[in-house]
C-alpha cells in the first residue's frame, strides 16, 4: 500500500473517530440538560406566570382591579349572594366569605382583614393589590402610571406530588363511633344532587364538597368545619394503606394557594378504590375511582374523623 493511500487511511480514521467523541459528547451534554430542565421544574419547584390586569378606578393613591379577574387567573370563582353585599370565593368549596365595604373576611372559622375593603362599583366587585397579596398570598406590580398592574400567579404543576409524611394511627379510642357503612348509605342518597360552589343543602338544595362531608357527618353527630382545608386538621391522620369506608381524602389544586399542599376539595372514601364526592356541575355527587389522573396526582392525605 502506498504511502499516499496510508495517509488517505489515517486521516479518515481521525475523522470518524473525532465524529463519534462529537456525537457521544453531545448526546451526553443534551442528557444533562434534559436531567437538568427536569431537576428545575420538578415536583418541588414553582413557576409562575404574570398575567397583566387594568385598573379600572384609583380610590386615592389605591388601585382597583375586577375581582372576577383575579379569581379567575387563580382558578377560583366569586359568587355573591343575590340581595345581599357578601361574597363568596373558592374553588371546589367556599374558602372565604368577604362584606364588601369592609375590611373583614371570615376564613373558614377565622377572621382575618384585609388593608383595603373589597369595593363595589356598577355592581362590580373590585379588589386592591394589596387586598389580593393579603388575601391570597400572590405577589403584585403596580405600573407607575397606575394603569395596570401584574399578578404573579403560581402556575398548576402537572407533576405536582404531596411529600409529607404520614403518621399511622396508633389508636382511635377520642372518635367517636358511627356505623360507617350506614353512613356511606345515607351519602349515597343524595346520589345526583347538583354542584354549586358555596351551596349549604338544604337551603340552596345543593352542595359543594366541604358542605357535603359536613352535612353527611353532621347527621351522625359528627361536626366538622366548614371548609375543606380546615376538616383536614380533625380526626387522625391515616395512610392509604390504612384507609377504611368513610375516611376523608383530600386533594390540592395545582397553582391555587401559596403552595400545593394546602387541601382544596375533599371527598370520602368508598372502598375499593373509590369516593364518594361532589366537584362538577351538572354531575353532583358521585362514585368515582380514585385511579383517575385528577385525583391520583393531586391526593394529599386522609384523615379518620369517626370509628
Known amino acids: 500500500m502506498s504511502r499516499w493511500l496510508k495517509s488517505i487511511i489515517g486521516i479518515a480514521v481521525v475523522l470518524a473517530l473525532s465524529i463519534g467523541v462529537y456525537?457521544?459528547?453531545s448526546q451526553d451534554e443534551d442528557r444533562w440538560n434534559h436531567a437538568r430542565d427536569r431537576a428545575e421544574t420538578g415536583p418541588d419547584r414553582v413557576t409562575t406566570e404574570e398575567v397583566k390586569l387594568d385598573v379600572t378606578f384609583n380610590r386615592g393613591k389605591t388601585p382597583y382591579v375586577p375581582l372576577d379577574r383575579v379569581v379567575q387567573t387563580i382558578g377560583y370563582r366569586a359568587h355573591r349572594q343575590p340581595g345581599t353585599q357578601t361574597i363568596q370565593i373558592g374553588g371546589a368549596g367556599l374558602e372565604y366569605t368577604i362584606d364588601t365595604g369592609s375590611r373583614k373576611v371570615y376564613d373558614g372559622?377565622?377572621?382575618r382583614s384585609l388593608p383595603d375593603p373589597v369595593m363595589i362599583r356598577d355592581d362590580t366587585e373590585f379588589i386592591s393589590p394589596r387586598s389580593?397579596?393579603?388575601?391570597?398570598?400572590?405577589?403584585?406590580?403596580?405600573?407607575p402610571d397606575r394603569k395596570a398592574?401584574?399578578?404573579?400567579?403560581?402556575?398548576?404543576?402537572?407533576?405536582?406530588?404531596?411529600?409529607?409524611?404520614?403518621?399511622?394511627?396508633?389508636?382511635?379510642?377520642?372518635?367517636?363511633?358511627?356505623d360507617q357503612q350506614q353512613l356511606l348509605k345515607y351519602a349515597s342518597k343524595f346520589k345526583g344532587v347538583d354542584y354549586e360552589f358555596g351551596a349549604e343543602y338544604p337551603d340552596n338544595g345543593q352542595f359543594d364538597c366541604s358542605s357535603f362531608t359536613r352535612y353527611v357527618y353532621r347527621h351522625f353527630d359528627v361536626d366538622l368545619p366548614r371548609v375543606a382545608r380546615d376538616q383536614a386538621k380533625e380526626g387522625v391522620r391515616v395512610?392509604?394503606?390504612?384507609?377504611?369506608?368513610?375516611?376523608l381524602l383530600f386533594f390540592s389544586v395545582p397553582g391555587r394557594f401559596k403552595n400545593n399542599h394546602i387541601p382544596g376539595h375533599v371527598g370520602i372514601y368508598w372502598?375499593?378504590?373509590?369516593?364518594i364526592h361532589t366537584l362538577e356541575e351538572g354531575v353532583g355527587v358521585t362514585v368515582e375511582s380514585l385511579n383517575k389522573e385528577k385525583f391520583r396526582n393531586n391526593y394529599l392525605t386522609a384523615r379518620r374523623v369517626a370509628q
Not at 132 to 143: A, D, N, Y
Not at 271 to 275: C, P
Request: glycine share 8%; hydrophobic share 30%.
Open 149 to 178: 398592574i401584574t399578578l404573579q400567579h403560581r402556575a398548576a404543576n402537572p407533576h405536582n406530588e404531596a411529600r409529607t409524611p404520614i403518621r399511622k394511627v396508633a389508636n382511635g379510642d377520642s372518635l367517636p363511633e358511627i
Open 239 to 247: 395512610s392509604q394503606e390504612e384507609l377504611r369506608p368513610g375516611d
Open 23 to 25: 456525537s457521544f459528547l
Open 109 to 111: 372559622e377565622r377572621v
Open 271 to 275: 372502598g375499593d378504590g373509590k369516593m
Open 132 to 143: 389580593i397579596e393579603r388575601l391570597f398570598g400572590l405577589r403584585t406590580k403596580t405600573q
